[in-house]
Nanobody
Framework: QLVESGGGLVQVGGSLRLSCAASGRAFGTYTVAWFRQAPGKERDFVAVNSWSGINTYADSARGRFTISRDNAKNTAYLQMNSLKPEDTAVYYC???????????????WGQGTQVTVSS
């Protein structure tokens, strides 16, 4: 089970840190990713972190967002800086065994947390 938190309303240029708390003892062996979905749009890849520490970012996130994890706490994070109105979406964390930017390769999903960036 994955539970996201940390979303909210922030002004343009602000920052938020999303958290994804996982249950289960195998968290450290999973790839963890963040996706986002704006109203009327598909769920898009944001960032992925492999169990070995490799990170990949969407072009829209690179340089502004940082994905990380703390295996001792069974928690993954997405630090988001310099937020823009187009970052407004529901953000989902996902876990799976493949290192992938595609939603189809993830077995476990959180319920999502809303991020709204106001101008």
């Amino acid at each position: 089970q994955l539970v996201e938190s940390g979303g909210g309303l922030v002004q343009v240029g602000g920052s938020l840190r999303l958290s994804c708390a996982a249950s289960g003892r195998a968290f450290g062996t999973y790839t963890v990713a963040w996706f986002r979905q704006a109203p009327g749009k598909e769920r898009d890849f944001v960032a992925v972190n492999s169990w070995s520490g490799i990170n990949t970012y969407a072009d829209s996130a690179r340089g502004r967002f940082t994905i990380s994890r703390d295996n001792a706490k069974n928690t993954a994070y997405l630090q988001m800086n310099s937020l823009k109105p187009e970052d407004t979406a529901v953000y989902y964390c996902a876990a799976g065994t493949a290192f992938s930017t595609s939603t189809v390769n993830y077995d476990y999903w959180g319920q999502g947390t809303q991020v709204t960036v106001s101008s």
